[in-house]
């Protein structure tokens, strides 16, 4: 089965409102004739209301980078499901390694926070990746099975197939270091057998995604590969130009 192909840029903690109007004044000319790609921005809270306005009718979408599980309560500095598409924001990222590391983000609070995504209509992107210590210990595979498995465990199948995971080594997010073609590849497929593993029918479907270094250069190449249907892109996201040839890399490709 054909996947569109999705990439989505992780702006993480930059970008005031300011910033982010000219980012999208010069991002949507440059996107806008790219067919046959599905394209997202990841912003700060403090921008989601106006890239959401500046974005309606293009074909970019938005995505807010975390969200709380619960639906209301005592969560001081948390945001709800229902606060993002409130205000007509398309998705979330979910486990991303930097939440995971310093902020406690736990496999069982994914598991719940995919099933409010879900409910409340977002599209989540659900990260995942080893440490290089995992790596170098060769439990990479051991490390992708346990947060694959903890975090859809309270999805149906119907879920799942509506869900995007990207693969991310942390050893590569943010260092320049890209793993190879190879070591993608191997990991995007083996997390695409795991969806399997819970739902056969949603691995054909599910889109996964590689994040860690892609630039203007890798890009092509990696999203060539078989089971990679796209990038989770930090750094190289935050330059419009610089994203635009991603995104056409992953038409090209
Ligand atoms: P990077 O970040 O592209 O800057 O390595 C990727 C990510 O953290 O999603």
Known sequence: MARTPFIAGNWKMHKTVADAEDYIQALLPLV????????????????????VDSTRGSRVEVFAQNMHEAEKGAFTGEVTAA???????????LGHSERREYYNETDRALAQKLVSALDAGLHPILCVGETEQERERGDTERKLRHQVQEGLERLTAQQIAQITIAYEPIWAIGTG???????????????????GDRAADAADVVRVLYGGSV???????????????????????????????????????
Do not use: Y
């Open 32 to 51: 806008s004739s790219i067919d046959g790609v599905d394209v997202a921005i990841c912003v700060p809270f403090t921008d989601l209301q106006a890239m």
């Open 83 to 93: 606060m993002l598409t409130e205000i007509d924001v398309h998705g979330v990222v």
């Open 177 to 195: 270091k890209v793993a190879t073609p190879d070591q993608a590849q191997e990991a995007c497929a083996f997390v695409r057998a795991l969806v």
């Open 215 to 253: 630039n203007a250069a890798n890009a092509a190449e990696l999203l060539a590969l078989a089971d990679i249907d796209g990038a989770l892109v930090g750094g190289a996201s935050l330059d419009a130009e610089t994203f635009s040839q991603i995104v056409a890399a992953a038409v090209a490709s």
